[in-house]
């Protein structure tokens, strides 16, 4: 018997959609999850929220973070220069932030914690 892997980044079923498109989204995932050998998220929310709609069991998942390198990141460090250059002084917090632009990405939350003075710099320096 062939293995059936499924593998999850988001659920396709969430009060981000209308009640018909989440039914059957939910359904679907149902019907796709009595299939399924093994599913690979790439996050615990991911596996608990399959698990909280009555798709797969438990020692059904694995979590497999994503593979992107992040050690330079990690590593990073406060550069005078490149502030200089575009134009940051050193009291300034910056944030960077790599996402499809997506509602489901939160952008709306981070531009919401942003101070009201740093919106309006980021909009006249872009």
Do not use: C
Request: aromatic share 12%; no cysteine.
């Amino acid at each position: 018997m062939p293995a059936i892997v499924h593998t999850i980044h988001g659920p396709s079923f969430g009060p981000f959609q209308g009640a018909a498109a989440n039914g059957l989204f939910l359904m679907a995932e149902r019907y796709a999850g009595r299939r399924t050998t093994h599913f690979v998220s790439v996050a615990d929310a991911m596996t608990k929220q399959f698990l909280a709609a009555g798709i797969g069991r438990p020692e059904q998942f694995t979590r497999i973070f994503s593979g992107f390198p992040v050690e330079a990141f990690l590593q990073a460090k406060n550069d005078p220069a490149l502030r200089k250059r575009w134009g940051l002084v050193p009291a300034d917090f910056v944030v960077g932030k790599i996402a499809r632009l997506f509602k489901l990405k939160g952008h709306d939350d981070l531009l919401a914690a942003a101070p009201a003075h740093a919106l309006i710099s980021w909009a006249t320096a872009s």
